[in-house]
């Protein structure tokens, strides 16, 4: 069974830091693009950050750029989200995404999402 778990959530200052994990069970990483997607309440889902299968390329919302760092161990099966400088508008529920390439097909898949909170 694929899953997505992510945990490193919780309240921050502005300013602060936190590293956001997610690792998969049910399929090695190293055949998937990884992203990380935030959503707001009563504002659409958005991509953060993604990182590509080999971890060769990156590319990120200008929201976050400068500040935001998605990395990946595909030997721990894990990526990660290493957001610094957070703003009060960073507040959101973040969640991992995969897609897997499979024979040439691709296949999405989610984790439960973990809550970011910026506030003083």
């Known amino acids: 069974q694929v899953q997505l778990v992510e945990s490193g959530g919780g309240l921050v200052q502005p300013g602060g830091s936190l590293t956001l994990s997610c690792t998969a069970s049910?399929?090695?990483?190293?055949?998937?693009?990884m992203s990380w997607y935030r959503q707001a309440p009563g504002k659409e889902r958005e991509l953060v950050a993604r990182?590509?299968?080999?971890?060769?390329?990156?590319n990120y919302a200008d929201s976050v750029k400068g500040r935001f760092t998605v990395s990946r161990d595909n030997a721990k099966n894990s990526v990660y989200l290493q957001m610094n400088s957070l703003k009060a508008e960073d507040t959101s529920v973040y969640y991992c995404?995969?897609?897997?390439?499979?024979?040439?097909?691709?296949?999405?898949?989610w984790g439960q999402g973990t809550q970011v909170t910026v506030s003083s």
């Open positions: 049910g399929f090695t990483i190293s055949s998937a693009d």
């Open positions: 995404n995969a897609v897997r390439n499979l024979l040439s097909r691709l296949y999405p898949y």
């Open positions: 990182i590509t299968s080999t971890g060769g390329s990156t």
